[in-house]
């Protein structure tokens, strides 16, 4: 009797079928890894940040051009209403407001709850979010939040000059 | 014409060359794809696995560092010195315990955020104390009322990333 060795065509199909399908699931598994770790990584940032505003502002720093913290110099007022916006690169580190490809956008929200005449403070409820601009790679949703961190402080009434373009 | 015949029928018998070469550029082709498939997913398992980690360190650092302060943040108890077994900028705590004073040490040594709990008035040495984070910048600084403390992980990392921490100190207002 002849016997054959080697593979046959079945064989061969069969096997190229198998690795096709291990690597694309294995592709799958990585492209939510990366994606989990992106996720991770924005919400450590967006924690960070959001609270490092929080303090700043607790500690009586203004908003807009004299301030001392880099993100709250960079905020640009939205309208006439105290929300202001900052504009953020890959590092959370702010960018120009007229720069189109950020990557993050800051929302800092004041709202006078009450005032007081002689001491010239006021009670504000502080509302902080931040959103990613870009999506997630093989995602399609854009703007999605973060994080946001509401808290009420007392600010000086005199939070800043006019910094609306 | 018999002859012919019986050579087609010679010629037909097992495989021919084209064949065989074909069929082991295939089984090539596959080993390749495997070996790729195999090589390519380590990689990228690797650097999943070490940006994890990287995250995870500066979350812990992070995460330390502003428990620590806020829980301690007390009229003169927290100060910025350079720590004697580097030189480099470290955050000093002082609290009063049964009428002595201790200091707790937040410094940066060996790529280690380390901590170290001592008496005030005590050598300090780095084998007294205890690992935090693996992170490779550690830069505090006080400035008015909010301390300022730069922190990064793996410079060699293809994730390499800082977080900027601020913190309004209560004790120093006013």
Known sequence: MNKKNGFTLIEIIISIGIVSFLSVYLLQIFITAKNLNEVTYDLDNAVIVSKSVMESLSAGEKIGPDSDDIILKNARKLSDELIYTVKLGDDFQPVDSDFVDSSYIMNITLDLVDSSELSNMGLYNISVDIQREKPYFLKSSQNKEIYALNASKGLLLDIGGDTSD | ?174
């Open chain 2, 1 to 174: 014409m018999e002859g012919i015949v019986e050579l087609m029928k010679k010629n037909n018998k097992g495989v021919s060359k084209v064949e065989v070469i074909l069929v082991m550029i295939l089984i090539l082709l596959m080993g390749l794809a495997v070996f790729t498939l195999v090589v390519s997913s380590s990689d990228t398992y690797k650097n999943v696995i070490d940006e994890k980690e990287n995250l995870s360190n500066l979350r812990i650092a992070a995460s330390y560092i502003d428990n620590k302060i806020k829980q301690s943040d007390e009229q003169s108890s927290i100060y910025i010195k350079d720590n004697p077994i580097n030189g480099e900028a470290s955050i000093v705590i002082v609290q009063r315990v049964d009428n002595e004073n201790y200091e707790t040490w937040i410094y940066l040594n060996d790529k280690m955020l380390k901590e170290a709990y001592i008496k005030q008035d005590q050598e300090f040495t780095d084998d007294m104390s205890f690992d935090i984070a693996s992170i490779e910048e550690f830069v505090p600084s006080i400035k008015d009322d909010i301390m300022e403390i730069t922190i990064s992980g793996n410079k060699a990392s293809d994730t390499f990333s800082k977080r900027y921490l601020k913190i309004n100190l209560k004790s120093n207002e006013g």
